[in-house]
């Protein structure tokens, strides 16, 4: 999927996708041998995510320039941003058919009757099922779905929603008995192109303030890569499936319910991969 500019997405580990861009943006709004100054500053005590990259940037634009932040926000409204959705799924050929959908209580609820009713270790549940799907009432990712800016995020410090798939069904099912979630499916990344003019205002501003201090911070540091970003779309509608645009299953997850120990799924294969296999 391309970018009102010709570009393709945004991909926040690969800065060649989008350092360019940031680059043409401001060279117009920034003061004559900016650039230059920003480079020789001495910024090496700055961690990687240290506000002062942008800070440094900020107090290079001309006098009569607009919000540099507020400004390449509005850029962004035009642009498309590769995104990451973590789960666990038996066929991921659904999300390719369906897009991702928002969080709905109601099938969650489906979703845990038929675990419990399907498996002779978790039947002894069925009478007082109701009442531990009662005892987790919070509704706040009702329709919602959530994506992210670095697969890397969820690799190492998010992982459960890939090991176990829903983090609400884990939790009604509770410590000790989510063994039957790890034989259902294969933890699943699916990969997202999202329009950034699908997010807030202030997630975009959000956005902004990222890439216009790590692109200062590539320009001076010039480090090996990005650094890892634990930054969260949330968006208020299903995602159409024409915004997918690939998956893969990783092979070593860092599982955050068991005191960040190595997962290694016994299953790295869902439905969709075994039908491509097979054709």
Known sequence: METGLGHGPIIWKRPETWMPVV?????????????????????????????????????????????????????????????????????????????????????????????VAADDRLRWMLPTLAARMADFPSRCDDHRCFVVLDDRALIEQAAHYLIYGSEWV??????????PLL????????????????????????????????????????????????FTFTLHHDLPPETVVGHWHPERLVDPLERMRIHRPANTICRHCADDIRE
Do not use: N
């Open 183 to 230: 034989e259902r499916g294969a933890p699943t990344m699916i990969e997202v192109d999202l329009p950034v003019k699908w997010v807030s205002v202030g997630l975009r501003e959000e956005l902004s303030k990222l890439l216009l201090g790590e692109w200062t911070r590539q320009t001076v540091a010039k480090p090996s890569g990005t650094f890892l970003e634990d």
């Open 170 to 179: 884990c939790a009604v099912l509770g410590h000790g008995w989510r063994d």
């Open 23 to 115: 680059r043409s943006w401001l060279r117009p709004r920034l003061a004559k041998g900016a650039v230059g100054r920003i480079r020789t500053a001495d910024l090496s005590d700055l961690y990687a995510d240290d506000s002062a990259w942008l800070e440094t940037l900020l107090a290079e634009a001309l006098p009569d320039a607009d919000d540099l932040v507020g400004g390449f926000a509005d850029e962004l409204d035009r642009m498309v941003v590769r995104a990451y959705h973590g789960c666990r799924t038996e066929d991921a050929g659904e999300y390719f058919r369906r897009g991702i959908r928002v969080h709905r209580r109601e099938e969650l609820e489906e979703l845990v009757r038929s675990i």
